[in-house]
């Protein structure tokens, strides 16, 4: 029986594995992976198909191995590999015992090439990748037979175990599986399962010089750990003809099967790996953590949440049709969790000075306010009240616009959980710059209420003269446009946003933020969620990372 709600419906992987249950197919297993290649950090669409592979295991109570699929050692580091155990553990799911490599199978793989041979389904050819390229044909070229093909199972066998003892260089000869030159699809065309590359491993070393292309490692590796659904993406479901070729060649009995679903395209974005490899290598963001990027690392360090990563894997659902996704259904995910959870703090990003003349000077109080307006359980804290405050620049305008609600000359406005105040009088520098205002308080008003029932419009946050200063990042989309790789006639990169990060020196904190631990979430008040930033961020000097602003704002903005 399904844990799944019945009134949210089963995706149509949860309708296979239901059905593979009711016939008994597998002996009732489910049994799923998780296998990236370590050539990079995961992104968002890694998050949705581990969301996905675990999810399914944990609905059906099965198992889900992580397996890294490490079979080109010129681009892959254990760097990678220990940040893709870091971010799916992040993530809240885990493989136990189960961890495991391509690479652990290296032996096993080759005999199985050699099994091939055997069976008269694999040839050594000598042909260069470009020459194997061209007799291949496309779409509407038939493929031409090599004329390599025609060597005996003793030659291929001999050639095989001579590039196995490093006899040859890179390219010399490569072992392509025997299928059909004429097909149809050109993936049946005979494809490379082996090549030479004499490359040290980061796991293996220098034990070998010849390597197992993916679609040779990847369905055999399935079927070496009892894999019942290999999940991918849509780019894979031509390619199912060729896992099941091998399997079928190789395996009896109980064998793996593949099934695709749609890959996550999401706006403003990129998602391929080696396009977000270009950005780090050259240097137009700060690394791959860096909170502009999409990584799992980046939106880490930005301040979003697992749980709000695994909310926007659930609300985009699984299909078998691409489509591009709006980045507001991410952020909405992340607004929805640290709304519940995130406590509320008060931040000046662009302090304007204020001075409250009828504040006796030298007296400080503790006002008190709650940490969550909807949250008892997340108590109060106190936050130090004196003659010298400091508001936002944008809450004033000496000649205010219709509709202004906050601060203006002779203009009364309540500050959050203090007073109302008054402008009396606006100091300029020589260059007629606003640098302070001079306001009075009205004592009575303590709290935020007026005991004489008059009402104000404008609540603005506030922070105390000895705020401690603060560096702010303002983050925002990476692109300026909904699909910068589409045109494939244009870089990418040039449609890099110039505006993706603001960085602000002199933002004021409340006190109680100065020692924020790294990576603690709040929501400041009228500004948006922050995060201090896990790198940079030290106690008594805080570096707090924009995570997402209270609403969308970015269309109204592009239509500015």
């Known amino acids: 029986m399904t844990t799944t709600n019945e009134t949210q419906g089963l995706n149509f992987l949860q309708e296979v594995v239901e059905e593979d249950r009711r016939t008994g197919k597998h002996g009732g297993r489910v049994h799923t992976r998780f296998p990236p290649e370590p050539n990079g950090y995961l992104h968002i669409g890694h998050a949705k198909a581990i969301a996905l592979n675990f999810g399914l295991a944990q609905q059906y109570g099965g198992k889900c191995n992580l397996r890294l699929d490490d079979t080109n050692p010129l681009t892959e580091d254990t760097d990678y590999v220990e940040s893709i155990q870091r971010d799916v553990r992040w993530l809240g799911f885990d493989w136990d015992d189960r961890r495991f490599f391509a690479s652990d199978y290296f032996d096993r793989l080759y005999a199985f090439a050699e099994q091939l041979i055997s069976q008269g389904q694999a040839y050594v050819c000598s042909l260069s990748p470009e020459e194997i390229s061209q007799y291949r044909g496309n779409f509407t070229t038939p493929g031409r037979d090599s004329p390599y093909r025609t060597r005996t199972v003793e030659e291929n066998l001999d050639l095989f175990r001579r590039m196995k003892a490093g006899e040859f260089p890179d390219g010399k000869h490569t072992l392509r599986a025997k299928i059909d030159m004429t097909s149809s699809n050109p993936v049946l065309r005979d494809p490379p399962i082996y090549r030479i590359r004499h490359a040290h491993h980061h796991r293996t070393g220098d034990k070998w010089c010849i390597y197992p292309l993916y679609d040779f490692a990847h369905c055999l590796s399935d079927a070496i750990e009892g894999i019942t659904h290999s999940v991918c993406t849509l780019e894979f479901e031509n390619r199912r003809v060729l896992y099941d070729w091998i399997v079928d060649a190789l395996i009896k009995g109980d064998r793996p099967n593949q099934y695709e679903f749609a890959r996550l395209n999401l706006t403003y974005t990129v998602m391929s790996k080696r396009k977000l490899l270009q950005l780090v290598q050259e240097k137009r963001v700060s690394g791959w953590d860096d909170p502009r990027m999409l990584t799992i690392s980046g939106l880490r360090r930005r301040g979003y949440t697992p749980a709000s990563l695994r909310d926007f894997a659930k609300r985009i659902g699984v299909s078998k049709s691409d489509s591009l996704i709006d980045m507001g259904v991410l952020e909405l995910s992340i607004r929805d969790d640290l709304n519940e959870t995130a406590p509320r703090a008060m931040a000046v990003l662009r302090p304007l000075k204020v001075v409250l003349e009828n504040y006796p000077e030298g007296q400080t109080e503790e006002l008190e306010t709650a940490n969550h307006p909807k949250r008892e359980d997340m108590g109060t804290r106190k936050v130090p009240f004196m003659r010298e405050l400091y508001i936002e620049a944008d809450d004033f305008q000496e000649v205010p616009e219709k509709g202004f609600f906050r601060l203006a000359p002779g203009k009364e406005v309540r500050l959050r959980s203090a007073y109302f105040i008054k402008c009396e009088k606006v100091i300029k520098d020589a260059a007629g710059n606003i640098t302070e205002l001079r306001c009075t308080y009205d004592p009575a008003t303590r709290g935020g209420d007026s005991p004489d029932g008059r009402k104000v419009k ?88 924009r995570t997402v602003t209270l609403k969308d704002s970015w269309v109204k903005e592009q239509k500015k």
Do not use: I, M
């Open 458 to 545: 404008g609540t603005l946050h506030w922070v105390p003269g000895n705020a401690p200063v603060a560096q702010v990042r303002l983050f925002d989309r990476l692109f300026s446009v909904e699909a910068p790789d589409k045109d494939e006639t244009r870089d990418f990169k040039e449609f890099l946003n110039p505006n993706s990060l603001e960085t602000l020196t002199d933002a004021r904190v409340e006190p109680g933020l100065a020692d924020a631990k790294p990576g603690d979430r709040f929501q400041f008040e009228r500004l948006g969620y922050f995060c201090a930033d896990a790198v940079d961020s030290k106690p008594g000097a805080p570096v707090f990372n």
